[in-house]
């Protein structure tokens, strides 16, 4: 069974060109830290841990990993200690204070010119001694091994994998986590390099009690020398049921980010005679480490055909793929056939082992080869590591066609065309193959693929080839041209976002801007869905585009989701966690930057020409809806407060409009003036309101010095006298609603004593 989560990510995404931006919670810190304890105690059931569906919450990357030089994955880091404590730290703080965590990554960058993994101050002062922490710190993939001098990524700071070692586990890491590989026998090197250290003089016994004790701990919180093991029916029991792909389409629906709506353009009428879908995105996205799906997921075209009338015609075309590469479509399902020549798709045998030994242990048809099972198992049959499988059937296109057939897979495979073997790379590791092929009008083809999985951490297996399937512009622009509405799906995948997927540049990949222009050209009136794993540069589109609807990388039931929003069958509320920029240039951008930088600053770039404006494209904590909310009736409780003291505020919004829907009430502080720098505003509060037309509420939020404190000029956290500027709105810039209170002195008397 799976005892720990590697996760969740609670980095900042402060500059989008970082791949991993989708993996976190946005580039707040407040909001990050109460979504990191809603996902810590939710995962680890309120501490519960012996409860067979409780998992540890692995929160990363500790810390500090998201700010990277050029805003490469791995890249180095260099920030004020301020920064990284206010900022940053916080964010694990609560985590571990409030959620109780039980483990955390050391991260493999570099932090101020020490590597994390061996910073002392990090994992031993801070987390252990000043927080309390005696949980498991395990180490990011290869960030001990980085330690060496290697013609990879390094940081050349150790003499050998003994030293490296060493020094991670006296900084105060517990465990090494899958980069030293196995020996000849398949056995872990790491507890003999960790024996070897200690032979060497170069660690102390004491440091590795410390380490076992930590990894002990956790197992017996787990309960796992009572109960070592998993109840099998656990994955079918909890695992794509109802309630579950209800919970999906939730989130998926509550996610629909609206930005733009410019003459009321959405919601679409499900009665039009003709739509054209056009674009890469006819599917959904998942993002990285979540790719797999348990049973059927539709995506947007299937699910804009579920929800229009009988009567509409919806045409696709694809136009462009999201990235230009010579092999990234997969072969399609009408190509395929099983054996006996009946269907589409082909006969797969998976095997129990990595051997493709003795009898199947699950045979079905699968309809392409195009799996990204990540570290999970094909079938709950499968293991996750060493097991094998075996496709089989035939090719046939009724065209004649001379191009690349290739292979993309974690492990082993090989491939027959006929009985002739056209890739042989039947051995452990990455593998992308091809081989160019020629293929006659209604031949058929005899293939078999064969494909090991070792321990690997991911698990892939493609066949692919390099045939164009998109139609083309111009097949896009007859598509729009012939349709009432043209619906632009655009966006990323996983091979621009995701884990050492950084970009120089976050306008849409690829030639989508160019198929967007040439569709707005035809004048049918366009509106664009946007699958995304980061803010975006998106100016031409805002401009020349009425309605955006960003729907980010949206699970299983993205596709659903996004098209109930178009045609109005769900009204979005979802708001902007990253900031998005004009440009490029701006990054690294958000809201919350220091006042000598922040947007009721910045102009223009003056050097540009023309001059670009420095403010956001969408800010955060934007999005709108299909109604219209209005805000009234501030009150801040007591006008004065002592340092430890307490302001309730409360504030009525009211739906003023014709449709019910959610609104995302946002309350920001502003220190007017400090001892050290602050922000303009900080978020401090949210709530998530249901509202009909016409029904108002009344919201509360409080204030206490949690939410008023800074870190000093002495390094002391503390609630500095003065006055306190509150905020409330729809958006970090719609604000409106704004009060203050004051923070009494030390010495000043409290007017109540008198």
Known sequence: GVHALHGPVLDLARDARWGRSEETFGEDTFLASRLAVAAVRGLQKDGQLTRPDAVIADIKHFAGHSPAQAGINMGPVSMGQRALITDYLSVFKA??????????????????????????????????????FDGVVLSDCNAVIRLLDRESVSHATAE?????????????????????????????RWPGIVQRALQ???????????????????????????QPFTDTNLQSAAVGTPANAALALQAAREAMTLVQNRGG??????????????GPQKGTQTGDYAPFRYGPSAGILDSIRAVVSPETVVAYVQGVPIKDQVLNTPIPAEFLHPPDGSGHGLQAEYFANRAL????????????????????SPDARIPVDDFSVRWTGCFKVPFDWTGLVGVEATDGVRLWVDDQVIIDQWRAGAVASR????????????????????????????????????????????????????????????????????????????????????????????????????????????????????????????????????????NPAGRLPVTFPRSTGQLPLYYSQKRSAAFPNARKYAGDQPPLDRSPLFPFG???????????????????????????VTCVVRNTGARAGDEVVQLYVQDVVSSVTTPFRLLKGFQRIH?????????????????????????????????????????????????????????????EAH
């Open 622 to 648: 934007h999005g709108i809806s299909y109604t219209d909310f209005g805000y009234s009736d501030l009150h801040i409780e007591p006008a004065v407060i002592s340092a430890d003291g307490r302001v309730v």
């Open 265 to 278: 353009l959405l919601p679409l009428d499900r009665t039009l005679k003709r739509i054209a879908v056009i």
């Open 435 to 570: 081989a160019r092929c020629r293929f006659e009008a209604g031949i058929s083809r005899r293939l078999k693929l064969e494909y090991f999985q070792a321990a690997n951490p991911k698990a892939i297996a493609r066949l692919l080839w390099d045939r164009d399937p998109s139609g083309g512009i111009p097949e896009a622009v007859a598509a729009a041209r012939d349709a009432e509405v043209a619906v632009l799906v655009v966006g990323e995948d996983g091979r621009t976002s995701g884990e050492n997927y950084d970009r120089s540049g976050v306008e849409l990949p690829g030639r989508q801007r160019e198929l967007i222009e040439a569709v707005w050209k035809t004048g049918t009136p366009c509106v664009m869905v946007v699958l995304n794993g980061r803010a975006l540069a998106l100016p031409w589109e805002a401009e020349h585009i009425p309605a955006i609807l960003v729907g980010w990388f949206p699970g299983e039931a993205g596709g659903r989701a996004v098209a109930e929003t178009l045609f109005g069958l769900y």
């Open 95 to 132: 985590a571990f204070q409030e959620g109780g965590a039980r483990m955390t990554m050391a991260a493999y960058h570099e932090l101020d010119g020490v590597p994390c993994v061996v910073n002392r101050w990090l994992l031993t002062d801070v987390l252990r001694g000043q927080w309390g």
């Open 357 to 376: 030994a003795g009898a199947p242990a699950l045979t079905r048809i699968d309809p392409t080869v195009d799996f990204d099972w990540n570290d999970l």
């Open 200 to 226: 060497q003089g170069l660690l102390s016994e004491q440091v590795i009690e410390r380490a076992a004790a930590d990894m002990l701990r956790l197992k017996f919180e787990l309960g796992l020398f009572e």
């Open 160 to 188: 050998s994998e003994e030293d490296a070692a060493a020094q991670a586990l006296t900084a105060g890491l517990s465990c090494s986590f899958l980069e030293f590989g196995s020996d000849a026998e398949g056995r872990d």
């Open 691 to 751: 509202l009909h037309p016409d029904e108002q509420q009344t919201l509360t939020f409080e204030l206490g010095p949690d939410a008023l404190q800074l870190l000093d000029r002495n390094w002391t956290w503390r609630v500095e006298p003065g006055v306190f500027r509150v905020m409330i709105g729809a958006s970090s810039e719609d604000l409106r609603l704004q009060g203050e209170f004051r923070v009494r002195a030390r010495d000043e008397k409290s007017v």
